[in-house]
């Protein structure tokens, strides 16, 4: 999969060698949410990005003249309510300086793209109540769902 946006910006899968840049994006996303995981996590993560194994992660980039500008991890999983898989959006990380500028909208359509090549019954994200420049995104490419996250304590 490589989808040409413009004449200098396009959307393909992560390469091992990307590793320094999506690093960075990586990093910057984990700072918007104000966390952190560690060196081995991250190393395992990036490995995981880039397996060929139908049920692990994977990740879509958006390549620009100057270096990737964003990225989309993303899984496929069963589902006790269909007997097709489910794609599940990890993570969505547009660079600072380009958001607003259309690169989150097409990173989730090629992960739409992905699901229905996939044969998928779905695709569903979360992302934090107080995420409101990513919510007015979302509204418009998404369905706000009822459902309310928990987790073990």
């Given at each position: 999969?490589?989808?040409?946006?413009?004449?200098?910006?396009?959307?393909?899968?992560?390469?091992?060698s990307d590793w320094p840049?999506?690093?960075?994006?990586?990093?910057?996303?984990?700072?918007?949410?104000?966390?952190?995981?560690?060196?081995?996590?991250?190393?395992?993560?990036?490995?995981?990005?880039?397996?060929?194994?139908?049920?692990?992660?994977?990740?879509?980039?958006?390549?620009?003249?100057?270096?990737?500008?964003?990225?989309?991890?993303?899984?496929?999983?069963?589902?006790t309510w269909t007997t097709?898989?489910?794609?599940?959006?990890?993570?969505?990380?547009?660079?600072?300086?380009?958001?607003?500028?259309?690169?989150?909208?097409?990173?989730?359509?090629?992960?739409?793209?992905?699901?229905?090549?996939?044969?998928?019954?779905?695709?569903?994200?979360?992302?934090?109540?107080?995420?409101?420049?990513?919510?007015?995104?979302?509204?418009?490419?998404?369905?706000?769902?009822?459902?309310?996250?928990?987790?073990?304590?």
């Amino acid at each position: 999969m490589h989808t040409v946006l413009d004449m200098h910006t396009s959307i393909r899968p992560l390469q091992a060698s990307d590793w320094p840049e999506w690093r960075r994006l990586w990093t910057a996303y984990l700072d918007f949410y104000k966390t952190t995981v560690p060196d081995d996590v991250e190393a395992i993560t990036f490995a995981r990005l880039l397996s060929d194994d139908a049920h692990e992660f994977s990740c879509l980039v958006i390549e620009t003249e100057v270096g990737l500008g964003g990225l989309a991890h993303f899984l496929f999983h069963r589902d006790t309510w269909t007997t097709a898989d489910t794609c599940y959006l990890e993570d969505l990380y547009v660079d600072e300086p380009r958001r607003g500028t259309g690169l989150g909208r097409a990173l989730i359509e090629a992960v739409y793209q992905q699901a229905d090549l996939a044969g998928a019954a779905g695709v569903y994200w979360m992302t934090q109540e107080s995420n409101t420049a990513g919510r007015r995104l979302y509204d418009r490419i998404g369905k706000l769902t009822p459902f309310v996250q928990y987790e073990r304590p």
